[in-house]
């Protein structure tokens, strides 16, 4: 698990690899990942967007903008936490993500990034 604290709101990713399949007669690999938000600020915030680079060792780079998250843009008052599943595909057994949230504070009314951490999306086989 990688955590990261941007302005009192603390981001947690949890990684798994889901397996391979073909499609479109290519093979991919499948990987899920957890992110929990926490909000150690005093102030309520909400999550408005999301920004994604997604790294594959055999392909360019994808970014991904998008709002809310999973169709949600959760509100969350100091001390709660929110966590969502989702996942990706990539060409290769090997890759990383990285991002931010678009948030907005309902105290002072302004807008501000919440950093993901860099993390890394490996297929145990693909591991020295």
């Not at 073909?22 to 150690?40: G, M, P, R, V």
Request: charged share 20%; hydrophobic share 35%; glycine share 8%.
């Amino acid at each position: 698990m990688v955590s990261q604290i941007t302005r009192g709101i603390k981001i947690s990713v949890l990684t798994s690899f889901e397996g391979t399949y073909f499609k479109n007669y290519k093979i991919h690999f499948a990987f899920s990942y957890q992110i929990t938000i926490e909000n150690h600020s005093k102030d309520s915030v909400q999550l408005t967007s999301r920004h994604w680079e997604i790294f594959d060792s055999l392909n360019d780079l994808e970014v991904v903008d998008g709002e809310g998250i999973i169709g949600k843009k959760p509100v969350l008052k100091p001390g709660e936490l929110h966590t969502y599943s989702s996942g990706c595909l990539l060409s290769s057994p090997y890759g990383a993500m990285k991002g931010y949230f678009n948030m907005i504070n309902f105290t002072s009314t302004k807008t501000f990034k919440v950093f993901v951490p860099s993390f890394k999306l490996c297929a145990p086989f693909a591991l020295n």
